[in-house]
């Protein structure tokens, strides 16, 4: 599995990549970053008014992953916020096309479960994947993740809804 690391991305680095201003969003973040997440402004925004609402939101949102030892961003991933009243955080991610069927995905979720499974406040970890995201079901196969619904959302449609229960839960 490749190596990689997350660097999150501050409020500047946020608004530099809303703004198209990558030159901006390498500087906030102190790495350069890539076309690939200036073209993902919708969810920076998103994320954005996820932070402004609650600064813990920082912590759990999306980050730049980077490849290392080349040192080059591959994509984001992060969870869609802190745990819910619940306990329950989601996972996304996503790689950049130009580095995909490398394993990244999959190091990308391995490394949000370690994270999640290292936090006492979180009890389960969720994924929304539409059926036909035949990439998305591969990476969390095997990952302890079983369907338990569905759900319509209102950007992707139908989604699957799948759970994993926490470390030692």
Known sequence: MPDIRFVQLSPAALAALIDGDLDAAS???GTPLSQ????????WRIRLADIEADPRAAQWIARAVVAEPEGVVVGH???HGPPDADGVVEVAYSVDPAFRRRGYAKAMLRAL???ADDDRDVTAVRASIRPDNVGSRAVIAGTGFRKIG???DPEDGLEDVFLRPGNDR
């Open 150 to 152: 569905e759900q319509w």
């Open 113 to 115: 479960l370690e994270r």
């Open 77 to 79: 991933a992060g969870f």
């Open 36 to 43: 690939f997440l200036v073209d993902e402004a919708w969810l």
């Open 27 to 29: 500087a906030a973040a």
